[in-house]
């Protein structure tokens, strides 16, 4: 028996830039097109970029009025007629990567994150901070019923772009990665991974209660900024020779870090730059970037075969993502907290709340 969709649902709307967000009832829309599927969004990760559409801090116009959010966990309740891989009541996630081409060069070389008509959950599309949710089904995240929608819902963005980022810096078992910003929802979710892979972490955050959770999650050696007085001496004397990490991870929210990565990652390392702090812009001296053969790079979220590989860490035990779940009704309390930096871990919203 098809599930019954009401005609109304709760929802964060963000009605212009810079907000505030407004939680009120709005219309579901029963009619997935041809390849979509309607999804009941039990829960959903909230991600600092969420925090950037409605501020408005990219270069990149959101729709408006739009519904943010893009780490959404639910049940399949609908789908169109072209869908015939996914069933009702199937478990499926939302990811910030909503829907693409599938035909373009990016498309078919398994780059379908840089397709060119890429549709955004939460940004360009309306995402997750609702009940009920419309997805591309080519891209939402098949989730096996016994994974937990809550816990995995943050998986479906900070941990398949960690994932996606440890891939991209090309550090091998038995190699040393900084993390900048470990103790944050992205960074706790890095450590995890890159100990799974069988990486060396080295955590960099700031105060007592994220050196605790860096250690919950067993770093080999955590740098304090906040009380280093040589920040780049400290780094590179966590690693056993002394030479610095062999890859670095930026996904801090402030531009700092992304100046000061090329002057303690060992010679021939990798730095990845993954946050996206407003305004921000990379820095590095040209002379050391050379003659110590650093990569600079960028990445961005996962594609559908690192979304799979992502999660099938978390399926097997291998990863913990530390959560705390309030109302979808509390999601600008969740702001607030976001942007004085008290976040440690990540926040999931319950949309029945």
């Not at 029963?30 to 969420?50: F, Q």
């Not at 780094?235 to 890859?247: I, K, N, R, S």
Request: glycine fraction near 10%; charged fraction near 20%; proline fraction near 5%.
């Amino acid at each position: 028996m098809p599930p019954n969709i009401p005609d109304k649902q709760w929802a964060q709307v963000i009605e212009k830039t810079g907000g505030p967000i407004q939680y009120k009832q709005i219309p579901v829309n029963k009619r997935p097109g041809p390849d979509e599927i309607l999804v009941n969004v039990k829960y959903s990760g909230v991600c600092h970029t969420d925090l950037h559409a409605v501020n408005g801090d990219w270069p990149i116009p959101t729709k408006l009025p739009l519904v943010g959010g893009h780490e959404g966990a639910g049940v399949v309740v609908a789908r169109g007629d072209l869908v015939n891989d996914l069933e009702l009541g199937d478990h499926v996630g939302i990811k910030w990567i909503n829907g693409t081409c599938l035909a373009c060069e990016f498309c078919q070389q398994s780059d379908e994150p840089l397709c060119g008509k890429a549709t955004i959950s939460g940004y360009t599309v309306d995402g997750t901070f609702q009940e009920y949710a419309i997805a591309k089904a080519a891209h939402a995240a098949r989730l096996h019923k016994e994974i937990p929608l809550d816990k995995v819902s943050p998986v479906l963005c900070a941990g398949i772009t960690v994932y996606k980022g440890l891939k991209e810096s090309g550090a091998k078992a038995g190699q040393s990665v900084a993390i900048v910003g470990a103790g944050g929802g992205l960074g706790s979710l890095a450590m995890q991974y890159a100990t799974a892979m069988g990486l060396r972490v080295i955590a960099i955050d700031a105060g007592d209660e994220k050196k605790q959770l860096c250690e919950r999650f067993k770093c080999s050696s955590f740098v304090d900024f906040s009380t280093s007085k040589d920040l780049v001496k400290d780094v590179q004397a966590a690693t056993e020779d002394g030479l610095g990490p062999h890859a670095v991870l930026l996904v801090a929210v402030n531009e700092k870090p992304f100046q000061q990565a090329a002057e303690y990652v060992r010679a021939r390392g990798t730095v990845v730059a993954i946050g996206l702090p407003a305004n921000a812009y990379l820095r590095a001296p040209v002379f050391g970037t050379v003659t110590r053969m650093i990569t600079i790079k960028g990445s961005y979220v996962g594609n559908r075969k690192d979304t799979a590989e992502a999660l099938d860490f978390y399926r097997r035990g291998l990863i913990d993502c530390p959560i705390k779940v309030v109302g979808l009704s509390e999601l600008q309390d969740v702001y607030d907290l976001m942007q004085e930096g008290k976040i440690v871990g990540r926040y999931v919203v319950d949309t029945s709340k």
